[in-house]
């Protein structure tokens, strides 16, 4: 695992250089963060791998208050009504559980976010390496404190690095919205809730390839440059810490 909750956990915020800091809290100027962070200041990642016994692999993520665990089951033989294909298939899915967020049952439509997860990751995974099965990716949320699905994203392509299934590279995802005239990266929900514009970039960092990209809200070409790179600069140290779980846990004593 890479750190421990409530100790100093490893961050992965992106390089900035100098940066003025104002007191004001208007949207027109320096934004200041609920969580006392920087603008462009990663909350700690907390991952660890084997967290679900009973799947061919797993992870387990906790991005400050977003919680999340990920159980990957398979390779399985793909069902007979599938046409047959010489490369693997991958089922994603993504839930939340009732308690997930401050309002009971009021969570994000999943189905949307189990098809973005699938386009996140499919670009990463060796398909041809089990032919004629199918990998099975189940994402559950056990509580949500934003930036949400590149939380699931990361934690996943954790799970299936910890299942033995071969990838390109790992996937990390970072997310970056936009108030006012600020960027703030990794953000939780009230500031997702206030945001102008929100960037999400997926990518493999080894191999400096974005598997996905969205877009929302209006963003000047100076804007959105800078949010890309926010994003891939902090995806890369993610991918890091990353390999480091990976690692620790190929060395951890075996019982």
């Known amino acids: 695992m890479a750190g ?62 977003t919680k999340v665990i990920v159980s990957v089951f398979g390779p399985r033989e793909s069902k007979k009504a599938m046409m047959y294909s010489n490369a693997g298939r991958l089922n994603c899915n993504v839930s939340y559980t009732t308690f997930a967020s401050p309002v009971r049952g009021q969570t994000p439509e999943t189905k949307d976010l189990s098809s973005m997860l699938h386009k996140a990751l499919e670009g990463a995974i060796i398909l041809k390496s089990f032919p004629k099965t199918t990998v099975d990716v189940f994402a559950l949320v ?37 108030i006012g005239k600020n960027l703030l990266i990794d953000p939780v929900s009230e500031e997702e809730s206030l945001q102008d514009g929100a960037l999400m970039i997926t990518c493999m960092p080894s191999r ?29 140290k993610l991918g890091k810490v990353m390999r480091s779980c990976l690692k620790e846990a190929a060395s951890a004593p075996q019982d």
């Open 142 to 178: 056990l509580e949500s404190g934003g930036s949400d699905l590149p939380v699931i994203t990361s934690c996943a392509s954790l799970a299936l690095a910890d299942a033995g299934i071969m990838l390109y590279d790992m996937v990390a995802s970072v997310s970056v919205s936009c």
């Open 208 to 236: 400096n390839e974005v598997t996905q990209m969205t877009v929302t809200g209006e963003w000047s070409t100076t804007k959105i440059n800078e949010a890309m790179q926010l994003c891939l600069d902090a995806c890369s």
């Open 4 to 65: 421990k909750p409530g100790a100093a956990a490893p961050t992965y915020s992106p390089s900035t250089g100098h940066r003025k800091k104002r007191p004001t809290i208007q949207t027109d100027s320096e934004w200041v963060r609920p969580d006392g962070r920087g603008l462009h200041q990663c909350r700690p990642a907390f991952l660890k791998t084997g967290a679900v016994n009973s799947s061919s692999g797993s992870a387990y993520a906790e991005f400050g208050n």
